[in-house]
Structure formats: C-alpha cells, structure tokens
C-alpha cells in the first residue's frame, strides 16, 4: 500500500475515532444531566461535521495532459487496470466526481448537458434528483465498472445553435469556428456533469477527487471555476513534458490561480517524462533534462520549483499493476504521493481539530465549571456543618438566618445582572440583519440593475467590484454588531465576578473572518476569469451572466452560514451563566433546608455530613471522568498517525477559579 493511500486511512481512522469518543462523551453527559440543550446542539453539530468531512483533490489541465491516468494511477492502481477512461485527444468530456455516498447505493449520475439551456447551475441540479440520469454499478466487477465509467467520455453532435444556447459555442471566437463541420454540427458533451458513487476505501474515508476535462469546460462551467476548483483542498494542474507549456496551458492555470501563485495547494505536474527516457542516455543526462524542463516550468507559472513534480502516470500504473518496483521508483509517482500527504493530511487533521476539538473543549470546559462549583460548594456547606458541632441551639439559628440572606441576596444579583438578556436579543437582530438575505438580496438587485445598464461596456468590471465590495461591508458591519455583544458578555461577567464571587470562561471568541475570505476567494475566482476579457461579444455576455448567476448562488450559501453561525454563537453565550446559576441557586436552597431541618431535630447534624461526603466523592469522582473524556477526545488514536502534533492545552483562563472567593461570600466563619 503506497504512504498516500496508507495516510488518507489513518487519517479517516482518526476521524472515526474521535466520532467514537464524542458520541461516548455525550453519552456520559446525558446520563449525567449535565448536558443543556444548547451544548448538545454544539455537540451534534461537531458531529455532523465530523461525519461529513471530505477532502478534495482537483486535477486540472488541457486535455490529454494525462489527469486521468494519474488518478488511475494514485489512487486506483489496486484495480489491475485503469478504470477512468484515458486515451489520446479528448477523454473526458464532463468534470467528474469520485466519492462515495453511503446514502446511495453504487452508481453513476449524470446531468444532461441540455440543463445549460436552463436557469440554474450544478449545486442547484444537484438539489434536485429528477433531473439526473441515474446508472446503477457493480463495484465487485472491474470489467463493468470500465464500461460504465466511459459515461464520461460520451459525446453528442449538436447544430452550431444548440451550442450557442449551452452557451458552449460562440461564433465570434475563430477556434470554436474550426470546430464546426461543413454541415454546421460539432461535438459536445452528452453530459455536463457526473458524480460517480461507489464504496472504495479511500472514498468511503472521505476523499473527493474531481477530475475535469479541458479549457473548455473550465471555460464555461462556472460551477467549476467558482466553486469546485476554489474549495479543493488540493488542485494539481497538469502539464505533459511532450507538449511542455503552452497557451492554452497558460490559459487553464490562469483560471485557476489567476496572478497569485502563492496559494499553497496548488501543485504543478509535469506528466508524461518517460518520453524523455531514452536509452541511449545515461541517466544523468535524463534526470539533467528533466531537471531543466521542471526549472522552464518553473519560471513560466512564476512557481517555486519545489512545487513541480516530474512523473510519468503511465509507467506508475503499470508499475503498480505490474509490482515493479524499480519502474515506480523510475515513475517518480511516489515522490508525488509524499507531497499530495504533506500537503493534505497535516493541513485537514488541523483544520478538523480545529472545528471539532474547540468545540468539545468548550463543553468540556463549561460542564468542568459547573462540576468544581458544585464541588466547592459541597466543600464549603461540609465545612459548615463541621463547624456546628457541639455547638448550641442559637448558632443552629444563626446559621438558618444567614443561609436564607445569602439565597435571597443571590437571587437578587443574579436577577439584575440577567436584565441584560433583552439588550443582547436586541443587539443580536442588528448583526443578524446585515447577514440576513434581505440585505443581500437588495445588493443583487442593484447589481444586476447596475450590470443591465452597463451590459456590453467594460464598466461591467466595476459593478462586480462594488458587488463584492458592498457584500464585505455587510459582513463588516456584522461583526461590529457581534463585537459589541462580545464586550456586553465580557460585562456580564465582570459582573459576576463582583457580586457573586464568580471567575466564568470568557466568552467563546467568534469572527467572520472565514465568510469575508470566502467572499474574496470568490471574487479572485471571478476576476481570474473576467480580468483578461478585451471585447464583449453578446456570447461572452451571456457567459458573463451564468458566471454571476453561480456568484448569487454562492454568496447566499456563506452568507447563510455566517447567519446561522452568528445566532448559533449569540445563542450559546448566556445557557452556561444560566446553568451555574441554576446550579448555585439548588446548592444554596439545599443549604437552607438542611439547616432548616437540623434545627428542627429533623435530621441529625450527622447524617447531613455523611451525604455531603457521599455527593462530594461522587462530583470528583465525575470530574476525574470528564478528564479521561476530555483527554481521549484531544489525543485519539495519537499512536497511530505519527505526525499528529500535540493540540494546546486548555489556557489557564479557561479553567473554573479556585475555591475560596465563594466561601467568603457565603460568610462561612472558622
Ligand atoms: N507516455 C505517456 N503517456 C501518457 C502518460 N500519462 C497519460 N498518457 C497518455 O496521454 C493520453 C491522455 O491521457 P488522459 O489520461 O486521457 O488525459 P486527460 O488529461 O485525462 O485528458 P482529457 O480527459 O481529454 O481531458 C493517453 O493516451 C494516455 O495514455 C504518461 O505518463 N506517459
Ligand atoms: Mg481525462
């Protein structure tokens, strides 16, 4: 099993593992009744997360760069043959997925190409199943599996017309012109877009792989410039050593990264270097000329050298098929493979820590603090009641008075510092609505009022820019709105810290950040492939249209994220405060009735002791388990996947105050 594919299964096992210990942990807690309905939420939504995690590789080229033999190769050599078709001149006709689906049994689906004569773009037909033609596959026979997969290469002869409808031909464009025969049809597609579903390990582990056909369809889907290509967490542009650089190469790299070569997941391949094999060459000579062909590449995509890789995919699968070893080394393929894991694997465990860990962590922190506060006021009532003993009826008395002050002195500062529950309602609707729909959809509306007046003209190029301009103001704005509410909270338990004695968490920090990087990595997609238009033809227009219609798109779907994210956070910031109360005001009233009935001659002082010794073993007892919890849930199956760094330890900050401010609030005497 090569490194790649053997990393990609730790690093689903990791995955799976951590499912495992958060599912136990919620468990642990329900049981516990320690867990409020907001944390749970949290907790399912980690979950959820977790369990729909998908790592993205997308290959992009020319056609015929060898994409898809170097997926054959990577990742399907297992099989003893190829099983995406790759032939000379064009192949793959539509972008393709790989994943698996468990929802779904094994098939392929396809959308016809004719949906481009149609409003709506890929996300949008992938919400509807009626649209797609459904193939069902047998993932136990390889000789089947072939077949169906040639599904991607299929192609249709369409008039010239029909074309220019799918907006996949445009006459003002002369090569397009050399592509129509004498009786005006050319070659297209059968099928825009293909999504292969079938139980492979290294799928059902959550990795996606998009292979693509040519310009042409980066050219003119903008589903996959805007959307499938940006979000990959890996895109490999290929090259092949036989044709070297070329225009339209130059053409497909500038779409994908544009002028910024320094996004680091874009990696650079340069295919094809057994043509360069040569036996009548000493291998010096060979790896001298390949090394000059990666340096050319090098300085025609302005890319670090470190960031091209020399392969052949051919001779890699038939290496592998074929378990010759001294041919794989030769391929260069694992060399590749080492790069994709560094690039990929460290980067995703990261990002899913991240996401996952800081929210358990949270829970953990929060449940933590109700358990030491319970904790220390079962150290202090015991303390209390110690200090009864042997002594007279009037201290009993005494004691009774104060307990019932103290309740009621809580309840009324609790009271007041909780009025400041309508303020944070009504702060959070102001940073909501500026995330809201509503605001965004006036932003398009005048977009598209503004695109209509300056349709065919250059000026075009600014309304975009302000479009996405005025949708960072928005997010902007928010995040004022959001920012005040922090500080509110922080004032809360300031509060708290000075009337109760209380040191609580602060509140959990929250940005949006990644919506407004979102917003900018889809105006760096649409300018790349805007920016270098001279003339605007009424065929580009359209283009240009469909292209904004997949920005709508997109810019609803982050901004319902950041909506639902804000309120997820506004909703999550007062439940902790209210449980610990909640906590408090129980301890505080069991106080009250245990004095109430040890002067009473209800119950003896005795037998009170023994139950707060009882409950005080049994709090510490669940405080050592949330540990263990907590600490499986940070560092699973850290043996198995070597390079797992250590994640941080949670801040000191974080962690309940010391005992003691209580005590002396509750005026216990010594
Ligand atoms: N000599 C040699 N030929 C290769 C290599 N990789 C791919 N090829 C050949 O190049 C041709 C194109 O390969 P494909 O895998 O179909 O290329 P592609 O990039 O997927 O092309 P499209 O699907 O048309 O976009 C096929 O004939 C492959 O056999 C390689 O490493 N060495
Ligand atoms: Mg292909």
Same mark, same amino acid.
């Given at each position: ?517 979102? =917003?900018?990595? #889809? +105006?760096? *997609?649409?300018?790349?492939?805007? /920016?270098?238009? $001279?003339? %605007?033809? @009424? ?8 292209f904004f219609d997949t920005v709508v798109v997109k810019s609803r779907t982050i901004f319902a994220a950041a ?45 009170? =002791?023994?139950? #707060? +010794?009882? *409950?005080?073993?049994?709090?510490? /007892?669940?405080? $050592?388990? %949330?540990? @263990? ?12 996947a070597g390079r797992i760094t250590r994640p941080d330890p949670i801040p000191p900050s974080a962690l309940p ?14």
């Open positions: 099993m090569s490194e790649l594919v053997n990393s990609f299964q730790q690093l689903g096992a990791w995955r799976d593992s951590l499912a495992t210990s958060i599912d136990r942990l919620r468990r642990w807690l329900n049981a516990g009744q320690l867990l409020d309905a907001d944390a749970g939420r949290r907790l399912d939504l980690a979950q959820d997360r977790l369990s729909g995690d998908k790592l993205v590789i997308a290959f992009v080229a020319e056609f015929s760069r060898g994409k898809s033999e170097l997926i054959n190769a990577i990742f399907f050599a297992d099989y003893g043959r190829r099983i995406l078709p790759s032939a000379a001149g064009r192949t793959t006709m539509c972008p393709t997925e790989l994943m698996y689906d468990e929802t779904l049994p094994p098939c392929i689906r396809a959308l016809p190409i004719e949906t481009r004569a149609r409003l709506g773009n890929t996300s949008d037909f992938k919400r509807s199943a009626v649209e797609w033609r459904v193939f069902p596959l047998n993932p136990d026979s390889p000789e089947g599996m072939l077949e169906a997969f040639k599904l991607v290469a299929e192609t249709v002869r369409v008039s010239a017309e029909e074309a220019r409808i799918y907006g996949l031909y445009d006459p003002a464009d002369a090569e397009q012109v050399l592509a129509v025969d004498r009786h005006g049809m050319l070659e297209i597609s059968r099928w825009r877009h293909a999504i292969i579903n079938f139980p492979h390990p290294l799928l059902r582990d959550g990795l996606v792989i998009l292979d693509t056909p040519g310009l042409n369809a980066i050219g003119t889907e903008p589903e996959l410039t805007l959307s499938l290509v940006p979000s990959a967490h890996a895109v490999l542009f290929v090259l092949a050593a036989d044709t070297g650089v070329t225009r339209s190469d130059l053409g497909v790299w500038r779409h994908i990264v544009g002028n910024d070569a320094r996004d680091a997941n874009h990696i650079a391949i340069l295919n094809k270097i057994d043509g360069l094999w040569d036996e009548l060459k000493s291998t010096a000579e060979i790896d001298a000329e390949v090394e000059r062909q990666v340096q050319h590449v090098a300085a025609t995509l302005h890319l670090d050298p470190s960031r091209i890789f020399p392969v052949s995919a051919q001779k890699g699968l038939v290496a592998k098929v074929t378990h010759d070893q001294a041919l794989l080394r030769q391929s260069r393929l694992p060399a590749l493979e080492a790069a994709l894991v560094d690039l990929l694997v460290p980067s995703k465990r990261d990002l899913v820590r991240q996401q996952t860990v800081a929210v358990v962590d949270r829970v953990v922190v929060e449940v933590r603090q109700t358990l030491s506060a319970r904790e220390r006021n079962l150290v202090e009532q015991l303390y209390e009641l110690r200090s009864l003993q042997g002594k007279n009826q009037s201290s009993v008395e005494r004691m009774l008075l104060r307990a019932q002050a103290e309740q009621h002195e809580f309840d009324e500062n609790v009271r007041k510092i909780l009025a400041t529950r309508t303020v944070l309602t009504r702060l959070a609707e102001e940073a909501y609505t500026n995330v809201r729909l509503d605001a965004l959809r006036a932003c398009v509306l005048d977009t598209r009022e503004r695109m209509r007046k300056a349709r065919l003209t250059p000026q075009f190029i600014s309304v975009t820019r302000d479009y996405f301009a005025q949708l960072r103001e928005l997010l902007r704005k928010s995040s004022a709105g959001l920012a005040e509410i922090e500080r509110m909270m922080i004032g809360v338990q300031r509060s708290f810290a000075e009337q109760v004695g209380w040191s609580l968490p602060p509140p959990m920090s929250f940005s949006l950040d990644t919506y407004v990087a979102e =917003i900018d990595r #889809l +105006e760096g *997609a649409y300018r790349n492939h805007f /920016g270098a238009i $001279a003339m %605007l033809t @009424r065929d580009k227009w359209s283009l240009i249209e469909r909506e639902r994210d804000a309120e997820a956070w506004v909703r999550s910031l007062l439940p902790p405060i209210e449980m610990q109360v909640r906590e408090q005001r129980q301890q505080l009233k069991k106080r009250t009735d245990a004095v109430t009935r040890i002067r009473d001659a209800q119950g003896s002082l005795e037998e009170r =002791i023994g139950q #707060l +010794e009882d *409950a005080l073993q049994d709090v510490q /007892g669940q405080l $050592a388990e %949330l540990k @263990r919890h907590a600490d499986r849930i940070r560092l699973p199956r850290e043996e198995l105050a010391p005992a003691g401010h209580l005590g002396r609030h509750l005026g216990i005497e010594s």
